[in-house]
């Protein structure tokens, strides 16, 4: 986001130190009407990843179509995706993707509404997910044993 490009910037700094080759992350800090316009414009540039709103999404979408139809990808709407990758601690795992989707029964700007897991692990951690959810209790919340 434009308010807050140092982020983006130390994910470039791992990017490099991590080793990736030199062209294949690009971060240009700016503002939108301006940097990001001439990038969704540019007829050089062959993919554009955007976060942020559906507004601005649809504007990237315009800008891609009237230049070389780039591929986009768009992640909008302010969903906060959960990663879960193969070597991870399942149970801690489980739990926390659980509290983030529930937590203040889902109604915040980051509630982890989605979770991505990678493949090896994908079926043992749906399993898990599934008899973690059937333990929450729903109910009067002014019960002691009630979770929501």
């Known amino acids: 986001a434009e308010q807050t490009p140092l982020t983006a910037l130390y994910v470039g ?7 990736f080759p030199a ?28 976060t942020g709103s559906t507004a601005v ?25 959960n990663i879960v990758f193969a070597d991870a601690d399942l149970d801690h795992a489980v739990e926390m993707a659980h509290f983030a989707l529930f937590f203040n029964q889902g ?22 997910s599934v008899e973690r959810a059937r333990k929450r209790k729903v109910g009067n919340p002014q019960t002691d044993d009630v979770d929501q």
């Open 23 to 50: 062209g294949v992350v690009n971060i240009v800090p700016g503002y939108g009407p301006t940097a990001g316009a001439a990038i969704a414009e540019h007829r050089d540039i062959d993919k554009v990843a955007f």
């Open 57 to 81: 999404g649809h504007l990237v979408m315009q800008a891609a179509g009237k230049s070389n139809l780039k591929n986009v990808t768009l992640e909008l709407g302010g969903k906060s995706p």
């Open 13 to 19: 700094a791992l990017c490099k130190e991590a080793g």
């Open 107 to 128: 109604q915040c700007c980051a509630a982890g509404s989605r979770t991505f897991v990678e493949e090896p692990v994908y079926d043992e951690f749906v399993r898990r």
